[in-house]
C-alpha cells in the first residue's frame, strides 16, 4: 500500500518562510512527476508547483520567483519551499506523487492528506 505523508504546515507572518516536505512509503518501483497543490474552503484545488524525474520544474504565476520544488529520489520525498509568503498563499496544501506500486505494470496518481498552511500578521 502506497502512502504519502506530508508535513511542514503552520502558521506564518507576511514575509515569512515556511518548507512542506512530502514523502511516499510502501512498497514502490518508481515515481515520475511530483506535484503540490492547494485548496482554500469552497474553492478548486489549484496548481502550484511540479517537479519531473528529469528534475524541470513549472510553477504557477503567482509563486514564480517565491516558491521552489525539489525532490530528493533516494527518499521518495519532495520538498516545496515558500518564500516572502502572502496572505493569499494561505491554503490546505496537498502533494500529488505519480508512482508505478513494485510488482506492477501501472502507474497511480497518489494524494497526501493536506498540510495547513496559514500566513496572517
Known amino acids: 500500500q502506497v502512502q504519502l505523508v506530508e508535513s511542514g504546515g503552520g502558521l506564518v507572518q507576511p514575509g515569512g518562510s515556511l518548507r512542506l516536505s512530502c514523502t511516499a512509503s510502501?512498497?514502490?518501483?518508481?515515481?515520475?512527476?511530483m506535484l503540490w497543490f492547494r485548496q482554500t474552503p469552497g474553492q478548486e484545488r489549484e496548481f502550484v508547483a511540479r517537479i519531473r524525474l528529469d528534475g524541470s520544474t513549472e510553477y504557477r504565476g503567482s509563486v514564480q520567483g517565491r516558491f521552489s520544488i525539489s525532490r530528493d529520489n533516494a527518499k521518495n520525498t519532495v520538498y516545496l519551499q515558500m518564500n516572502n509568503l502572502k496572505l493569499e498563499d494561505t491554503a490546505v496544501y496537498y502533494c500529488?506523487?505519480?508512482?508505478?506500486?513494485?510488482?506492477?505494470?501501472?502507474?497511480?496518481?497518489?494524494w497526501g492528506q493536506g498540510t495547513q498552511v496559514t500566513v496572517s500578521s
Open positions: 500529488n506523487m505519480y508512482i508505478r506500486p513494485a510488482t506492477t505494470t501501472w502507474w497511480g496518481d497518489y
Open positions: 510502501g512498497n514502490i518501483h518508481s515515481i515520475k512527476d
